[in-house]
């Protein structure tokens, strides 16, 4: 009895590693991507170019209003040194 | 820097505009393919976030202690490119996250620093504008207050376990990748140095605008 339940072990154990190594199961049927879970369906590339855009707008933006503010001292500070310069006189 | 302004501002428009070839002939990553190209852009942005806060607290220490304006100056430009990346970090964060990990925003540690941090560097400016006569050295201190905030952001992944890929990311990138990483930072490092010298010099001509109406009040 014991020789015999210690037969089906081993060969239980044998096979093991034949078992483990198999080739995945082939392909039953094709699936559409519409079937799939939303985070399989969504194209990464709109994201990509989203994330892209979004960068150099804000930094053209940004760079746009640093020459606004700049723009808006300057014009300012001309002003004022042409109000300044008759009363010099 | 006058003088070198404008060529260094091509030459960083060049690398800019270049820097979606070099993204897109780095190597895929394993899971994530595609979307995983916003790291290029993502991370580096980050890192200015950072630097600018700790630019921003430091030199708003230094104004606290030696009353100096140019640190002064430096502390608000420094402020506003933290707020301006910070805000990059945020948006793009999420368009990354919604394909890896299926949701835009997850309130765990690395994303609620970061959302804190940008918010402490809001309230700054919000300070700044709003505060009236002596606001500056409250900024100053809500600067400092941030800066602490920042090696608790940049560690937060290391010490609670969550979806964020950790710190050793980024120094173990693979040469597939590596090349077009450091070419996207040094790209935004440049833009950082650029707009921060411009930013100081929009506060060194106000300063000077101040003085001239001083000067015709006496």
């Known amino acids: 009895m014991m020789r015999r339940l210690f037969l089906v072990v081993w060969l239980m154990a044998s096979a093991m590693p034949a078992l483990a190594f198999q080739p995945p199961a082939a392909q039953s049927e094709y699936v559409p991507v519409k079937d799939l879970p939303p985070v399989d369906q969504l194209p990464a590339a709109p994201l990509l170019v989203a994330a892209y855009s979004f960068i150099w707008l804000a930094a053209m933006f940004y760079l746009w209003t640093i020459w606004r503010r700049l723009g808006k001292v300057e014009t300012d500070m001309r002003a004022l040194e042409q109000r300044r310069s008759p009363s010099r006189r | 820097m006058r003088k070198a302004f404008f060529p260094l501002l091509l030459v960083t428009s060049a690398m800019f505009a270049y820097a979606p070839v070099v993204i897109a002939h780095a190597d895929y990553e394993s899971t994530m393919g595609l979307v995983q190209k916003v790291m290029y852009f993502h991370a ?6 950072l630097i600018s806060a700790v630019v921003c607290g430091v030199a708003s220490a230094l104004y606290l202690w030696k009353k100096d304006p140019a640190a002064d100056r430096v502390a608000i430009a420094a402020a506003e490119l933290a707020a301006l990346f910070g805000l990059i970090v945020l948006v793009t964060g999420p368009l990354w996250a919604r394909k890896a990990w299926g949701v835009w925003w997850v309130w765990e540690a690395r994303l609620t620093m970061s959302f804190v941090g940008w918010l402490i560097t809001v309230g700054y ?63 935004l490092f440049m833009l950082y140095g650029l707009l921060l010298a411009a930013r100081v010099h929009l506060e060194r001509q106000r300063t000077a605008l101040d003085q001239l109406y001083l000067a015709e009040e006496d």
């Not at chain 2, 900024?139 to 992944?157: E, H, K, M, Q, R």
């Not at chain 2, 990748?177 to 040094?186: E, Q």
Request: net charge positive.
């Open chain 2, 125 to 187: 400016l919000f300070v700044r504008k709003y505060g009236g006569p002596g606001s500056d050295k409250l900024a100053a201190g809500l600067a400092v207050f941030g800066t602490a905030n920042v090696p608790f952001i940049y560690v937060s992944v290391n010490i609670w376990r969550t979806m964020h890929p950790m710190t050793t990311v980024v120094p173990t990138l693979q040469p597939g990748m590596r090349g077009a990483f450091w070419f996207s930072a040094l790209t």
């Open chain 2, 44 to 49: 580096p942005s980050g890192m200015v976030m």
